[in-house]
């Protein structure tokens, strides 16, 4: 073995310390290289040292990523067919751009803003949230005047919902009536009383499906908003926790450093003062 | 779902759009990697990931499956990225990222490592970022796709347009700059 300082390799010295080092190389090129290896110390030594900066590579992770974002954003593209490609690509892009004037603004913002969309959404549907000993009940109305918002129980609630559509009914009855009259008299000519009561119970049976399904559908709106809103606040809370972890972990990584350092300081001093004669 | 990355293509290229979404599965980690890793931002490695599997959802019925669906998607990949690089006009910075990769490191870590070896280890990291990122645009492409993803010589021959023995000077080159700056790095916390 010898200790030469120039490399007297024949062949591509570098391709060669490469297909070495990363065992991608041909059976008869591996033997003749590591002949060439126990004879060369320049070689050994600049293998060693590479595979050394390859260890030290291992060593470096990229960042978590925010995996479930990149994936709902992806996923709108395989939402759609294959042959709504342009459809996906303004969704995508739609979506990113959301994400991003969402994403920007401080947290308390993003909080105030789900908030506000939250109370007008409730405000628009008189909307009526509780929660009790029977869970989380949600409920809207029409027209339910502010002083029947105060303080009662559901079972209220439902009674008073209950009048107040009889109300309505009674109203929308009696104007039908006078309209009805008002037009019998202007053609001079009475109306059957077994008609005008087939029509009031038909005009009621149409007003109370209308209500109704008017209530079904702002019910399962608000439903909605409010999972959307529940699901925001908790992704954000996710974050602001993961945020503080991250804070933490700076703060213990300053504070590691600061104490390598004051025992880097330590042992130099107790090195010079063992060093000193006695 | 399961089956090769090739049968999930033909499934997707059919319109299964569940085949689709585990190709991203899949591949959107490896993916995400390779472009922290090329460009060194967080954010922008995410975007570019998301504009990947975007761009090869577009593509894929001209997709004819001469190379492997994970190649395909590697230089969809460096190509956004050599495009972040060209549009940012600079060298791509990479930075040590701003959530605390000690935490997960602490996690990961055996409860018996003390905080000095999580520093160190944190240090390396920065290290090795900080030499990464004096490296030219060719010379760290084609380590991280040789050191964390695997690819043959020749793969990344066919993935960089150059001859394989180019590969293997820009490898050379690059991992001796490393070394150089790992070194010099080693002696400066030393001091």
Redesign the interface.
């Known amino acids: 073995m010898t200790n030469d300082i120039l490399c007297g390799y024949a062949g591509?010295r570098?391709?060669m310390?490469?297909?070495y080092?990363?065992d991608?190389i041909a059976e008869g090129d591996r033997q003749a290289f590591e002949q060439h290896l126990a004879t060369c110390a320049r070689c050994r030594t600049e293998l060693n040292?590479?595979g050394?900066?390859?260890a030290?590579?291992?060593?470096?992770?990229?960042?978590?990523?925010?995996?479930a974002?990149?994936?709902r954003?992806?996923?709108i593209?395989?939402?759609?067919?294959?042959?709504g490609?342009t459809g996906?690509?303004a969704a995508?892009e739609t979506a990113?751009a959301r994400r991003s004037w969402w994403r920007d603004a401080p947290a308390w913002a993003q909080v105030a803003a789900a908030l506000l969309v939250l109370g007008v959404s409730a405000g628009i549907a008189n909307l009526d949230v509780r929660y009790d000993s029977n869970g989380l009940n949600i409920r809207t109305g029409w027209s339910r005047p502010a002083a029947a918002a105060a303080d009662v129980s559901a079972s209220t609630d439902a009674e008073n919902l209950r009048a107040q559509l009889a109300s309505l009914e009674q109203q929308l009855r009696s104007e039908f009536r006078a309209s009805q009259a008002a037009a019998s008299s202007a053609q001079g000519q009475a109306v059957p009383v077994l008609v005008a009561h087939s029509s009031d119970a038909d005009l009621m049976r149409r007003v109370k499906a209308l209500v109704d399904d008017s209530e079904r559908r702002q019910r399962n709106e608000i439903a909605l908003r409010m999972g959307e809103a529940i699901r925001d606040l908790n992704s954000q809370r996710q974050a602001d926790l993961?945020?503080i972890?991250?804070?933490?972990?700076?703060f213990?990584?300053r504070?590691?450093?600061e104490?390598?350092r004051n025992?880097q300081k330590l042992d130099y001093i107790l090195q010079r003062v063992s060093q000193q004669p006695q | 779902m399961t089956g090769t990355d090739e049968e999930l293509v033909a499934r997707?290229?059919?319109?299964d759009?569940?085949s689709?979404?585990e190709l991203?599965?899949r591949w959107?980690?490896p993916i995400?990697?390779l472009a922290?890793?090329t460009i060194g931002r967080?954010e922008d490695?995410?975007d570019v990931?998301?504009e990947t599997?975007?761009r090869a959802?577009?593509a894929?019925?001209g997709f004819r499956g001469q190379a492997k669906f994970s190649s395909w998607l590697y230089r969809i990949a460096l190509n956004l990225c050599r495009d972040w690089v060209r549009r940012e006009r600079r060298t791509p910075v990479v930075q040590p990222?701003?959530?605390?990769?000690?935490?997960?490191m602490?996690a990961a870590t055996e409860p018996s490592e003390s905080?000095?070896d999580?520093?160190?280890?944190?240090?390396?990291?920065r290290?090795?970022?900080r030499a990464?990122a004096l490296l030219p645009e060719e010379q760290r492409m084609a380590?991280v796709l040789?050191?964390?993803h695997g690819l043959?010589?020749q793969e990344i021959a066919d993935l960089a347009g150059c001859p394989l023995?180019t590969v293997?000077?820009r490898?050379?080159q690059g991992?001796?700059v490393?070394?150089r700056e790992?070194a010099r790095g080693a002696k400066v916390s030393m001091k």
């Open positions: 591509d570098e391709a310390l490469m297909a080092l990363y991608d040292g590479l050394d900066v390859r030290q590579l291992a060593r470096w992770a990229p960042p978590e990523p925010t995996v974002g990149i994936r954003q992806t996923s593209v395989a939402s759609h067919s294959i042959t490609i996906a690509a995508i990113g993961r945020k972890d991250q804070n933490l972990g700076m213990q990584d504070t590691g450093v104490v390598l025992r | 997707s290229m059919s319109g759009a569940d689709f979404n991203i599965l959107e980690r995400y990697a922290y890793r967080e490695a995410r990931c998301q599997f975007l959802y577009r894929l019925p990222p701003e959530d605390g990769d000690l935490m997960e602490a905080i000095e999580l520093v160190m280890r944190k240090d390396l990291t290290s090795v970022e990464m380590i040789k050191e964390y043959t010589f023995s293997k000077t490898l050379y991992l001796t490393l070394r790992l």
